[in-house]
């Protein structure tokens, strides 16, 4: 299905197995395109995802996609195993140490936009590899607005590709410690300079449970996390917030400092359901008035 406010998301889709101070899951539904589709999908009825999955990759889960209305034309099922990660949280859920990362079917992987999608209006570029999401770009119309997102495995192997992407691209998304890694400085700002200087327009940086950081040469603007007791799995939840920002952002008329703003919050918000259980559990029962409910808390307790 497609219709102006398509919104593209271009990621991973992955069997993940994840350990935490709250539990351990092997083989769970996981993936960037995956948290970031199921978190848009509470914004916008026409979500179009391009990802790859290996034949082992479980039916429940294609159902699953379906059961949020994301459309899954453009998901590959190919010979061989879905890729797989697997990621360990001490007591600081900031920083999951990755045990393993196995690209299988994501290690050939060639995005085909189908045409249809390719006038999408909104692109969520999910943590791939750099080269995939510039293929992606070569393939599409310009839409509205381009959020692309990156994490420490790609730093390490393909910076130079990452500084090149970012003019192409408006909003780059990074959280704390790939920032410092992607800019070799330990100043939140500094690294925001510096991957504004590369052409980014804008930076978005997240801090976890301490919250998110949005730099452009117009404004700043910091948004805290919500306050959570329960927190069982951090995993997603920087997808979640992309979900969330796209989201909101496609449900505007018009791209302004005020729906940035907001569209930060409803990221953070989803975020927040995001890391209250494994996988995307929790966002799978979630309803639009629970999203609704804590947004009017986040305005209480951000306000003075
Ligand atoms: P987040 O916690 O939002 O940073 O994203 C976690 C998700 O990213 C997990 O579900 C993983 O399957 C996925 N992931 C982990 N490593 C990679 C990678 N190198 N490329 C793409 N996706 C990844």
């Given at each position: 299905?497609?219709?102006?406010?398509?919104?593209?998301?271009?990621?991973?889709?992955?069997?993940?197995?994840?350990e935490t101070p709250f539990g351990k899951r092997e083989s769970i539904l996981g993936g960037s395109?995956?948290?970031?589709?199921i978190s848009a999908s509470f914004f916008s009825k026409y979500i179009n995802i391009v990802s790859v999955v290996g034949k082992d990759f479980p039916k429940k889960y294609i159902g699953l996609f379906r059961s949020r209305k994301i459309n899954?034309?453009?998901?590959?099922?190919r010979e061989g195993q879905t890729f797989?990660?697997?990621?360990?949280?001490?007591?600081?859920?900031?920083l999951p140490k990755t045990i393993y990362t196995y690209l299988n079917v994501f290690g050939s992987f060639k995005p085909v936009i189908p045409d249809y999608y390719k006038g999408s209006k909104y692109i969520f570029l999910?943590?791939?590899?750099?080269?995939?999401?510039?293929?992606?770009?070569?393939q599409i119309k310009r839409p509205e607005i381009i959020i692309c997102d990156t994490m420490n495995y790609w730093i390490d192997k393909k910076r130079g590709p990452i500084l090149?992407?970012?003019?192409?691209?408006?909003?780059?998304?990074?959280?704390?410690?790939?920032?410092?890694?992607?800019s070799g400085e330990t100043n939140m700002k500094k690294a925001a300079n510096f991957i504004m200087s590369h052409g980014a327009p804008c930076v978005v940086i997240k801090k976890g449970e301490h919250g998110v950081l949005f730099f452009s040469k117009r404004f700043c603007f910091y948004a805290p996390a919500y306050l959570l007791e329960t927190i069982k799995d951090p995993t997603g939840a920087g997808d979640a917030f992309a979900g969330g920002m796209i989201g909101y952002l496609s449900s505007v008329k018009i791209i302004n400092k005020e729906h940035i703003r907001k569209s930060m919050i409803y990221g953070s918000i989803m975020a927040s359901f995001t890391v209250e259980d494994f996988s995307v559990k929790r966002l799978l029962k979630l309803s639009m008035r629970d999203i609704n409910t804590r947004y009017n808390e986040f305005k209480r307790i951000t306000s003075f």
């Open positions: 299905m497609n219709n102006n406010n398509s919104i593209l998301i271009v990621g991973s889709v992955a069997m993940d197995s994840i395109a995956t948290y970031s589709s899954i034309d453009g998901l590959q099922i797989r990660w697997k990621g360990d949280y001490n007591y600081d859920l900031n999910a943590n791939i590899d750099p080269d995939l999401q510039k293929e992606v770009l070569s090149k992407l970012v003019k192409n691209i408006d909003i780059f998304l990074v959280n704390e410690s790939e920032a410092r890694q992607l």
